[in-house]
């Protein structure tokens, strides 16, 4: 390995400037040491969600590399058992909904969204074949979904808002990706699931045998996706933390400047083709920098998270998931969003 070089004396860095400038040279002194022994390891709980492309592109391109990162994304089929690896410390951190994060903080869990990723904007949705029009029409019938999940939540969510309840349907534990071949089968009227898996569903029967009944798009911010990590990760690592929102904005802009193949890249993880990849990401809305702050600011909007936060503690202590609801700021740490768009 080819040497540093050598700090310059106290007398010459006094004639440039003083302690301000031996300071500063030793910060970067540190800096390229921290560089010379190699990039911080850490893993991220995540699902194959279309909203989390950024991600996907900052792994391939490895986007991680100029802030001293190698972030493996290590995949769950079944995202109600990432705060449980979160808690228990075998991965670092991870993407979860922030319904789940209210359910974790309200029991005592100090799990905190420290970046929002996008809202489902009907990715997540209920859907049924042709005998059922409405969800009123659930009711006694068979519904496939997976519990304390972003599904478990759409779900409850849709029945409450048409005066049913959990006790109104025979609910069926299943994950998203058993969803389709249950329907397929004829075994499930009805399932709740997210993509890739929802437009899989969509393509049966040429398009005809199955429609969307209720989606994502009936309720604007209630499905968001965010960054979580445990507030001990947070005080301990908060320059990986920062690295990491920073390499999956570079994700984000490459996905803009280059459509194309962030749409091979993203497929290639995801199983579906470029062309399916673009008609998915009709159903999400990745929050740019600039709008991220909203989601921390005090609004009924189901889009802030005190305004969503609401919704989603009631509803999750209606179901008896929860005890008490948590204080909304008790679920976030804004640090990171704010110094970023402060530059």
């Known amino acids: 390995m080819r040497a540093l ?4 004396s106290l007398v010459s860095a006094s004639k440039r400037g003083g302690l301000k400038t031996l300071l500063g040279l030793c910060a970067t002194l540190a800096t390229a040491s921290a560089f010379a022994a190699g990039p911080t390891p850490l893993k991220i ?20 590399k100029k802030y ?10 079944d ?20 319904d789940q994060v209210v359910g974790q903080v309200a029991e005592g869990k100090m799990q905190k969204v420290v970046m929002p990723i ?38 409850s969510y849709a029945l409450k808002t048409n005066g049913l309840t959990d006790k109104d349907i025979n609910a069926v534990s299943m994950t998203p990706e058993a969803v389709p ?4 089968s004829g075994q499930m009227p009805i399932g709740v699931t997210y993509e890739p898996s929802l437009s899989q569903i969509l393509s049966q029967g040429g398009g005809k045998k199955f429609k969307v009944v ?45 459509p194309d193949e962030a749409a091979k890249i993203i497929g290639k993880f995801m199983g579906v083709t470029p062309k399916e990849v673009k008609e998915q990401l009709s159903g999400v809305y990745n929050i740019p920098l600039a709008e991220m702050p909203k989601a921390f600011v005090k609004a009924k909007e189901t889009t802030s998270y005190y305004g969503s936060g609401e919704v989603i503690g009631e509803l999750l202590k209606a179901k008896g998931q929860i005890k008490t609801i948590p204080a909304t700021e008790s679920t976030f740490d804004a640090q990171f969003v704010t110094a970023l768009t402060k530059k």
């Open 45 to 64: 709980g995540t699902v194959v969600w279309i909203g989390y492309g950024p991600f996907y592109v900052a792994e391939a391109l490895d986007l991680y």
């Open 5 to 8: 070089n050598p700090v310059p």
């Open 214 to 258: 209720f989606s994502s798009k009936n309720a604007p911010g209630l499905i968001a996706d965010v960054m979580v990590f445990d507030e001990k990760v947070i005080k301990a690592k908060p320059t990986e933390i920062s690295g990491i929102i920073k390499a999956y904005l570079d994700g984000m802009a490459y996905m803009k400047a280059k």
């Open 181 to 184: 071949a249950a329907m397929a």
């Open 79 to 98: 995202p109600a058992l990432i705060p449980a690896a979160i808690a228990s410390g075998a991965i670092d951190g991870g993407h979860l909904t922030y």
């Open 118 to 155: 996008d809202y489902s904007n009907g990715g997540d949705a209920i859907v049924a074949d042709a005998s059922i029009k409405t969800v009123k029409d659930f009711k006694g019938k068979k519904i496939g979904f997976n519990p304390l999940s972003p599904s478990d939540f759409l779900l």
């Open 68 to 77: 001293n990162l190698k972030v493996s994304l290590q995949v769950f089929t």
